[in-house]
C-alpha cells in the first residue's frame, strides 16, 4: 500500500532542526538511525536532540566534524576513501574520535559528485549492516509506503525494521537509489529531500550569496535578447534557470539540463514553489552526450560543472548544440588559485592556509578548474572571447563559510588551530573575517 502524506505549509523558515524534530514526530518516530554523507544536516539536530540518533553513518565526507560526532561516541561509522582532499581531511581528524568506526575504501576518492552507493553499493552495504547490526535496539517501526512532505522536508519511506533516516548524498546523480533493495529489506528506510537539506540547500544558499554577482555578470556578458532559447548544462537545483526565468518573463525558451533525477525533482519543485515552473523545460542530460540536435539553442551557458566529468567532450559538446552565431558562457571554479582567507597571520601559517587544496573539493581527473578553460574555448573557435576571473567573498553568517573554516582546521596543527581560531575571534568582532573563492568565467561566439 502507498500514501502521499502534503504539509499544508510548504515553505519552512524554522531551524532545520526542528523541521527534522517535526517530521520524525508526525511519522511517529522517537528515535531513529541516520545516514548521509556528512554531519552538516544533522549538526543543529545533534546538538538539540541527541538522543534521538541512534547512530550516524556519513559516507565519503568531504570533511569531519569533531564536535558535532564526538558526543555520539562509537554510535558513529566513517566510510571514507583512501586518496584525495576528503579523505586526507578525514584521516587527519579520525584521531580526534577514537570511539568511532571507520571504514577505508580502496582506490576510491569518493568525490562530492560520485555516485557512492552505484560505484562502491556492495562495500557501503556490507559496512552498514555489520556497523547497525551492532548498534542496533530499536524497536521496528510499521509504517506503509508511502511519501510526501512534512515541515519542508520531502519523505519517502520503504521497507520494515528499525527506522533508518537516509540524509542526501551530495551531488550524487543516483542518491540511496542503489541500495535501497538491501537496506529496506532489513531497516524502514526514510529517505529525505527537499531545499533544506544536503546539495540542494547547499546550491540555494549560494544562490543567495555573492556568487549570484558573477552569475549576473555573465548573463550579462551573454547579452540574451528576446525570444532566443538558452540552455544550462547542468542546472542543479535550478537557481541560474529560475534567475533566468525572472529576466525573461516568458519571452526566451529556457532549457535546464542535469545528469541527476534527484537534483532535476528538487529543481521542478522550486520552480513550482515561485509560480516559474512553465518558464523552463526541465530535463535528464549528461554534458558529455547531449540530448539535443547540433546548432538547437541561441544561448549556452555552465556554471560548476565542467570541473566534475571530461571537461573536453563537455566544451565540445555545448559549443556544438550552439547555433553558428550564438553565444557560450561558462564559469569553473579556479582550483589554480588559492582561497583568499583574510586573516593577519604570520607568512608561514598564512601560506599553509592559503595553499591551493585546503578547501575544496578539487576536480575530476579529467575535469577543467584552472585557466586553461580560456584557452580550450579559443581552440574550439569561439570569437570575441571575454576572459574574466573573478572573486566572490564567503562572509559570517553564510554556512559555507564553516565549512571552510573545517576545512582548514583539519591541516593544522593543535598550535595552528589555536592561533587561527584567535585570529578568526579577532577578524568576526571588527567585522573583516571572510573567505574569497575565485572562478574562471569566460563568454565567446560561435562562429556563424
Known amino acids: 500500500m502507498s500514501e502521499t502524506t502534503t504539509a499544508t505549509n510548504p515553505v519552512e523558515d524554522r531551524p532545520v532542526e526542528a523541521c527534522l524534530a517535526a517530521l520524525l514526530d508526525r511519522l511517529g518516530i522517537a528515535s ?6 556528512g554531519s552538516a544536516d544533522l549538526a543543529g539536530f545533534a546538538a538539540r536532540y541527541p538522543e534521538r540518533i541512534a547512530s550516524l553513518t556519513v559516507l565519503c565526507p568531504a570533511v569531519l566534524d569533531p564536535p558535532t560526532l564526538a558526543p555520539l561516541a562509537g554510535r558513529v561509522l566513517v566510510v571514507t576513501g583512501d586518496h584525495g582532499a576528503g579523505p586526507r581531511r578525514v584521516q587527519a581528524a579520525l584521531p580526534d574520535l577514537p570511539q568511532a568506526t571507520a571504514v577505508v575504501l580502496a582506490d576510491y576518492a569518493g568525490l562530492t559528485w560520485s555516485d557512492i552507493a552505484l560505484e562502491r553499493g556492495d562495500s557501503i552495504e556490507a559496512a552498514m549492516r555489520e556497523f547497525l547490526r551492532r548498534c542496533d535496539g530499536l524497536p521496528a517501526t510499521t509504517l506503509p509506503e508511502q511519501e510526501g512532505e512534512i515541515a519542508g522536508i520531502s519523505y519517502r519511506v520503504r521497507g520494515a525494521g528499525a527506522p533508518l533516516v537516509l540524509l542526501p548524498l551530495d551531488l550524487s546523480p543516483g542518491q540511496w537509489e542503489p541500495l535501497i533493495p538491501a537496506l529496506s529489506a532489513r531497516y524502514c528506510t526514510i529517505t529525505l529531500g527537499g531545499a533544506l537539506l544536503g546539495s540542494v540547500a547547499s546550491l540555494e544558499e549560494r544562490g543567495r550569496s555573492g556568487y549570484m554577482g ?19 548544462v547542468g ?42 515552473i512553465d518558464h523552463v523545460d526541465f530535463g535528464e542530460g549528461r554534458a558529455e552526450a547531449l540530448p539535443l540536435a547540433d546548432g538547437a539553442v541561441d544561448v549556452a551557458l555552465s556554471s560548476t560543472v ?80 571575454k576572459c574574466f576571473p573573478q ?20 591541516a593544522l596543527t593543535p598550535a595552528e588551530t589555536e592561533t587561527f581560531q584567535q585570529a578568526v575571534a579577532a577578524a568576526e568582532r571588527d567585522g573583516t573575517f571572510f573567505i574569497a573563492q575565485a572562478y574562471h568565467c569566460a563568454v565567446g561566439a560561435k562562429p556563424g
Open 391 to 410: 572573486l566572490v567573498s564567503v562572509v559570517p553568517g553564510q554556512p559555507r563559510l564553516e565549512r571552510y573554516q573545517q576545512q582548514i582546521l583539519a
Open 32 to 37: 531513529a538511525h541516520f545516514a548521509g554523507r
Open 306 to 385: 565542467f570541473e566534475e566529468g571530461d571537461a573536453e567532450l563537455m566544451l565540445s559538446e555545448i559549443v556544438r548544440v550552439t547555433r553558428p552565431g550564438g553565444r557560450v558562457g561558462i564559469v569553473v571554479r579556479a582550483i589554480d588559485m588559492p582561497f583568499w582567507v583574510n586573516l593577519p597571520l604570520d607568512p608561514a601559517l598564512k601560506a599553509k592556509v592559503d595553499a591551493p587544496g585546503i578547501i575544496g573539493g578539487g576536480a575530476a581527473p579529467n575535469g577543467v578548474a584552472d585557466l586553461s578553460l580560456y584557452r580550450r574555448l579559443a581552440a574550439l573557435g569561439l570569437t570575441g572571447l
Open 235 to 276: 542546472c542543479g537545483s535550478g537557481v541560474i534557470m529560475r534567475e533566468l526565468a525572472r529576466r525573461t518573463s516568458g519571452a526566451n525558451p529556457l532549457i535546464g539540463r542535469d545528469m541527476s533525477p534527484y537534483l532535476l525533482r528538487e529543481a521542478r519543485a522550486l520552480a513550482r514553489r515561485e509560480g516559474l
Open 214 to 232: 558573477i552569475v549576473r555578470g555573465l548573463l550579462d556578458a551573454l547579452a540574451i535578447r528576446p525570444g532566443e532559447s538558452v540552455l544550462e
